[in-house]
């Protein structure tokens, strides 16, 4: 279990998405008129596509809301239990976290897109013929303008996945800019992965992000050596003792977590986060998928980090 | 598997009470002083005294200081040395009933019951978002609920078809349903992946989340546990001789069964539901005092209760400093130091297996 669960939040902390205003403002007819700019066969790392795919299954909720954003949804016939969003995804009972390779190949998909090769699932799917991409769990915002373009040259979307890094990029950039920075020390954050304390450090996808704002993780001294893959675990008396300026709550939805619950933790009271009400609920979805939505969870922050220098 | 041996009445010893006393006191210290966060030890005292009627001291203590001594260590040594006597007690109740040194309260399917429970809870809960199952204390009435069900189940199946059945038939039927249990827990798992990271913390054990209302939640089961088992403790004596003996003696062998193994779940189930799966403790220690103190149950499961107390306080120190900022599962470090300690049992002591 020791050696299980940093694996399993590091897991959960992938996922999908699309972001509002680009994936409904596009409203190119998807599958025929962009045909007709796309050259086949494209090949991104190992996988070929002959032609543009049209029966696309993705086990990945992070790889669903990137094809959606980009205009490839129409092309998409199948998504894992886990991809809720966008809302019209197709979603069925297939699941990414213990992929089935005849239930994947069941439907004839034409590129199946993966967050990671569980069970094998990549060597079994390349022996059906079926092409598969993985996207796995973003280290940096590149991995994430990776994906979407790789995505995009493999749906025939290039453009649109170029138009929506560059839309992304420029959002984060001005969100950044734009927040007044307190002057002096770094603003200290908690960042909640699940109520046993399981949190992020600098060297984490979400890490990096907060770093762009100024914020600097209170569990960094936690895995020095980077053996628990950035996301330790912490005894709640050290968050305590830390008192973080942010507590962000990213097991809202899992867990039922609150603002209100966290005050009333006991011994939780008295931190700063608590008594200067910089207690932040996220949407868990976003804060784990690095997809376009990553934008909303800057934008979050951001906020808090603007509200608590006023 | 039944090992009818021969039991020589020793009385509880003053001394021996008394050393148990002083084990729980130093895991209470020890609990109090020692942690990931360093505290100055005067202070702790000092804040600790504060809290008696009357006294008013400056502990010098911050208030974050404070509140980790009062609000996260006082009820997590608290808890842990409640989880520990009844994981012990309950742990050497089955023993007795059983006749099998080896027994131990998960193997009815107390823990397979209870994480069945709690994962059902949970992966529905999740997915519903449903507040009326939502409630904060719905892991800790699964979990309850689970265990007791469970040993019920248990004991059906091992019970039924009449008289004639050794006690070992009940502790098959416990791993039968355990097993069965399991694989429901199991499926449900793999269909509620998003469960799972809640689940598996729950079941690696969770004293670090503990606090007063998890004390107060398990209070009057210890006390109603600790009662009735206490009691009945010379009736396992008699029982260990075997069931014809203690009918010749006027006692009723299968009602005190039923009255040991109820109360010994309960308790159980009472320390899993607040503290999760923390296994080895109740063969463990019952085990060590057996060594140590003689094989009678008037011995045992007093001192049972003691040990375990200051066993799973003291580890739970042991968890939450080895690795410190970071916390050790607890039911890692029971197991790794029950497992070998176990084998070592099995391995010399004669006649444990029959």
New interface residues.
Partial sequence: ??R??PA??AV?AAATLAVTGCGGGNDTPAAPASASDAAYPVSVGTVTLTEQPTKIVSLSPTATEMLFAIGAGSQVAAVD??SNYPPEAPKTDL????PNAEAIAGSSPDLVVLANDTNKIVDQLTKLKVPVYVAPAAKTLDDTYQQISDLGRLTGHADQATALNGQMKNDIDKLITDLPRPAGKKLRYYYE??????TVTDQTFVGALFGELGLTSI?N???KDGS?GGY???????V??A?PDFVFLADV????QTPE?VSE???????PAVTQHRVVALDDDIASRWGPRTVDLVRTVADAVAAASN | MSEPRPVQPARLRAWTVLIGIAAVLVALVAGLAL???RLPPLGVARELLDLLPGVRLNSGLS???A??V????L?RVVLGLLVGAMLALAGGTYQGVYRNPLADPYLLGVAAGAGLAVTAVVAF??TS?DVTV?L?LTVPVAAFVGALGAVLLTYLVGTSGGRGRSPATLILAGVAVSAFLTAGQTYLL?RH??????V??W??G?L??A??HDVLLMLPYTVLTMAVVLLHRRELDILSVGDEEALGLGLHPQRSRYVLVAAASLGTAAAVSVSGLIGFVGIVVPHAVRLIFGASYRVILPLSMLFGAAFLALTDVAA?TLA??????I??LTALVGAPFFIVVLRTSRGVTG
Avoid: F, H
């Fill in positions: 279990m020791l299980r669960t399993l939040v959960l239990d886990q699941s990414g976290y213990q992965l699940d109520p046993n304390y399981y569990a001294s936690a895995d628990a330790p675990q912490l005894s709640p008396e050290v305590i003792d008192g939805n899992c867990c039922q619950k933790r006991a011994g939780w009271g008295g931190i | 942690g990931p966060v208030v974050q200081q509140a980790i009062t609000e996260l260590r009820p809960r999740s978002g939502g904060p793999q992946a998003e469960t799972i990271r809640e598996y913390s079941l690696g969770r670090s989340t606090g007063w939450r410190a900022p970071t916390e050790i599962p039911s890692v």
